[in-house]
C-alpha cells in the first residue's frame, strides 16, 4: 500500500479554522501533491478534528489548560476536542495512515508546542488532544507544518548524504554543480587515506532533480581520528544550509546470529536506523571544542529522537514503491576496526542491537546538537560474529545490495523533494 497521510484540512486552504478561515501551508500542499500524483487521491486525508468533534465554523477560539480545552470566556469545550479526536483516529485507522500532519499551536492538533492557555499567544510544551491521541496510538507518526517547511529540500537548504561502504557510486548519479576537496573542509583530516569503498570529494548538484550535497566517504574513529574530526561533514553541510542529512553505512546482522534463529534482519537487506546505542567510548560534545563546534550552549543533548520519524515515513514508502523490504532496528556504534566476537554478539542482542558497526553514532549526534533532521540507512553486509567475517566479502555484499539501498534513498529524496 503506498502511503496514506491524514493532513489538518486548514493547511491544504480548506476555510474551518475557529475564525472562518485557513491557514494555507505551501510545503503542505506540494507535499500532497506529490503523495497524490504517486498514489492517487486516497494517498491525502484531509481532516479537521475541531469540525468532526461537532463545533460550528466560524466558532469561539479555545485552547488547551491542563487536561480540559476550554474558550475564552471560560466554556468547557474537552468533551468535542476529544470526540472530534477520536473520530480523526478512527478515520486514521480506516485509511491506514501512518503519517499525520497537522496544525501547529493548535488545542487539537498542535504537536510538541501549544498555546498555554491565557490566550496571550504564549506557548508551552506539549500536544493537542488529537495529537495526543495518535502519539499514544503509537505507529502513527506525527509532524506539523513547520516540520514540512523545515524538512523541505531547496537550493538553500540542500539534502546532506553520507555515503558508506559500496554506496559511494551513488554520488556518480548526481547532476553536479561544483565538487569540492575534503581536504577543503574545515576540521577533516587532511593526511586521510580514503578506506576502500570510499572517497574524499563532495558533490553538489541535484539527484531525482532535488538538491544534495553528497559525501561518499568519511573518516572513522578506529582510523585514529577524533569524534571532532569524525563529525567534520556533518558541521560541513550544517554549514552549506542542510537541514536534513541522510546517515548511511554498512552493517553486520546481530539477532540472526545471537539467536541462532531466522531473524529479521539478514546479510543482503537495506535496513532503517531506528535507534542507536552509542558504545564507541567517543562522543563529539565530550570537550569544550566540541560543545562549540555543535554550536550548542551545553553538552546534554536530547537524544531521545535522534533518528527522525519523519524522514522514515518517506523512507518506508520509497521501499514499498520499490518493492523491497526494508527492515528495522537500533544500530549499534563499536569503535572497531575488527569484527566482533561471538560473546560481543550475545551481548549485543541482550542489550536489544539488530545491526552493529563503526561509524554512525557520533555523526548522528552531532547532526541531533546542530538541529539536523537524521535518516539512518544501513546496508546490512554480513552476519556479525562469522569467524570469516572480512571487509574484502562485506564490500562485495555491499555491491550486491547496492541497486536496492540506491532505490531507497532515491526515493526518499525524490519524496522529500516533492517528486
Same mark, same amino acid.
Given at each position: 500500500?503506498?502511503?496514506?497521510?491524514?493532513?489538518?484540512?486548514?493547511?491544504?486552504?480548506? %476555510?474551518?479554522?475557529?475564525?472562518?478561515?485557513?491557514?494555507?501551508?505551501?510545503?503542505?500542499?506540494?507535499?500532497?501533491?506529490?503523495?497524490?500524483?504517486?498514489?492517487?487521491?486516497?494517498?491525502?486525508?484531509?481532516?479537521?478534528?475541531?469540525?468532526?468533534?461537532?463545533?460550528? +465554523?466560524?466558532?469561539? %477560539?479555545?485552547?488547551?489548560?491542563?487536561?480540559?480545552?476550554?474558550?475564552?470566556?471560560?466554556?468547557?469545550?474537552?468533551?468535542? /476536542?476529544? !470526540?472530534?479526536?477520536?473520530?480523526?483516529?478512527?478515520?486514521?485507522?480506516?485509511?491506514?495512515?501512518? @503519517?499525520?500532519?497537522?496544525?501547529?499551536?493548535?488545542?487539537?492538533?498542535?504537536?510538541?508546542?501549544?498555546? !498555554?492557555?491565557?490566550?496571550?499567544?504564549?506557548?508551552?510544551?506539549?500536544?493537542?488532544?488529537?495529537?495526543?491521541?495518535?502519539?499514544?496510538?503509537?505507529?502513527?507518526?506525527?509532524?506539523?507544518?513547520?516540520?514540512?517547511?523545515? +524538512?523541505?529540500?531547496?537550493?538553500?537548504h540542500p539534502i546532506a548524504l553520507?555515503?558508506?561502504?559500496?554506496?559511494?557510486?551513488?554520488?556518480?548519479?548526481?547532476?553536479?554543480?561544483?565538487?569540492?576537496?575534503?581536504?577543503?573542509?574545515?576540521?577533516?583530516?587532511?593526511?586521510?587515506?580514503?578506506?576502500?569503498?570510499?572517497? /574524499?570529494?563532495?558533490?553538489?548538484?541535484?539527484?531525482?532533480?532535488?538538491?544534495?550535497?553528497?559525501?561518499?566517504?568519511?573518516?572513522?574513529?578506529?582510523?585514529?581520528?577524533?569524534?571532532?574530526?569524525?563529525?567534520?561533514?556533518?558541521?560541513?553541510?550544517?554549514?552549506?544550509?542542510?537541514?536534513?542529512?541522510?546517515?548511511? +553505512?554498512?552493517?553486520?546482522?546481530?539477532?540472526?546470529?545471537?539467536?541462532?534463529?531466522?531473524?529479521?534482519?539478514?546479510?543482503?537487506?537495506?535496513?532503517?536506523?531506528? !535507534?542507536?546505542?552509542?558504545?564507541?567510548?567517543?562522543?563529539?560534545?565530550?570537550?569544550?571544542?566540541?560543545?562549540a563546534a555543535a554550536e550548542a550552549?551545553?553538552?546534554?543533548?536530547? $537524544?531521545?529522537?535522534?533518528?527522525?520519524?519523519?524522514?522514515?515515513?518517506?523512507?518506508?514508502?520509497?521501499?514499498?514503491?520499490?518493492?523491497?523490504?526494508?527492515?528495522?532496528?537500533?544500530?549499534?556504534?563499536?569503535?572497531?576496526?575488527?569484527?566482533?566476537?561471538?560473546?560481543?554478539?550475545?551481548?549485543?542482542?541482550?542489550?536489544?542491537?539488530? /545491526?552493529?558497526?563503526?561509524?554512525?553514532?557520533?555523526?548522528?549526534?552531532?547532526?541531533?546538537?546542530?538541529? $539536523?533532521?537524521? @535518516?539512518?540507512?544501513?546496508?546490512?553486509?554480513?552476519?556479525?560474529?562469522?569467524?570469516?567475517?572480512?571487509?574484502?566479502?562485506? @564490500?562485495?555484499?555491499?555491491?550486491?545490495?547496492?541497486?536496492?539501498?540506491?532505490?531507497?534513498?532515491?526515493?526518499?529524496?525524490?519524496?522529500?523533494?516533492?517528486?
Amino acid at each position: 500500500m503506498s502511503l496514506r497521510v491524514l493532513i489538518s484540512e486548514c493547511l491544504l486552504g480548506a %476555510p474551518v479554522r475557529y475564525d472562518g478561515g485557513a491557514k494555507p501551508s505551501l510545503a503542505v500542499k506540494r507535499l500532497a501533491d506529490c503523495l497524490r500524483r504517486r498514489g492517487g487521491e486516497g494517498a491525502v486525508v484531509p481532516v479537521c478534528p475541531e469540525v468532526l468533534g461537532g463545533p460550528a +465554523c466560524p466558532r469561539p %477560539p479555545a485552547e488547551r489548560r491542563g487536561s480540559r480545552v476550554v474558550t475564552a470566556e471560560g466554556v468547557d469545550v474537552t468533551r468535542a /476536542y476529544a !470526540d472530534g479526536a477520536r473520530r480523526s483516529l478512527d478515520i486514521a485507522r480506516a485509511c491506514g495512515a501512518s @503519517l499525520a500532519i497537522l496544525k501547529s499551536k493548535s488545542p487539537s492538533c498542535g504537536f510538541d508546542r501549544i498555546y !498555554d492557555g491565557t490566550f496571550s499567544g504564549q506557548l508551552r510544551a506539549g500536544s493537542g488532544v488529537t495529537a495526543a491521541l495518535f502519539e499514544q496510538e503509537g505507529h502513527i507518526v506525527v509532524a506539523d507544518e513547520k516540520l514540512v517547511e523545515y +524538512c523541505e529540500p531547496s537550493m538553500e537548504h540542500p539534502i546532506a548524504l553520507v555515503l558508506g561502504s559500496g554506496l559511494a557510486p551513488l554520488a556518480d548519479e548526481v547532476r553536479v554543480v561544483r565538487r569540492i576537496k575534503y581536504e577543503d573542509i574545515d576540521g577533516f583530516p587532511t593526511e586521510a587515506i580514503p578506506v576502500e569503498g570510499h572517497r /574524499y570529494e563532495v558533490i553538489i548538484g541535484t539527484l531525482e532533480g532535488v538538491p544534495v550535497v553528497v559525501y561518499p566517504g568519511r573518516v572513522h574513529l578506529y582510523q585514529g581520528y577524533s569524534p571532532l574530526q569524525v563529525t567534520s561533514l556533518v558541521r560541513h553541510a550544517h554549514r552549506l544550509g542542510c537541514r536534513d542529512i541522510i546517515l548511511t +553505512c554498512a552493517s553486520g546482522a546481530v539477532s540472526a546470529v545471537a539467536s541462532g534463529a531466522v531473524s529479521a534482519v539478514a546479510s543482503g537487506m537495506v535496513g532503517l536506523i531506528t !535507534d542507536h546505542i552509542n558504545l564507541t567510548g567517543q562522543n563529539p560534545l565530550a570537550t569544550p571544542q566540541g560543545v562549540a563546534a555543535a554550536e550548542a550552549d551545553t553538552p546534554f543533548i536530547p $537524544m531521545a529522537g535522534a533518528y527522525s520519524g519523519y524522514l522514515a515515513e518517506f523512507a518506508r514508502a520509497a521501499a514499498r514503491d520499490a518493492g523491497l523490504h526494508l527492515a528495522e532496528g537500533v544500530y549499534a556504534g563499536l569503535l572497531g576496526p575488527t569484527y566482533e566476537t561471538a560473546a560481543e554478539v550475545r551481548m549485543l542482542n541482550t542489550l536489544g542491537a539488530d /545491526y552493529v558497526g563503526c561509524s554512525t553514532v557520533c555523526e548522528a549526534i552531532m547532526a541531533k546538537a546542530l538541529d $539536523m533532521e537524521v @535518516l539512518g540507512v544501513t546496508l546490512v553486509t554480513n552476519k556479525a560474529g562469522m569467524i570469516d567475517n572480512s571487509h574484502e566479502d562485506a @564490500l562485495k555484499a555491499a555491491e550486491k545490495a547496492a541497486a536496492a539501498t540506491q532505490s531507497v534513498l532515491k526515493g526518499t529524496i525524490s519524496y522529500l523533494g516533492g517528486h
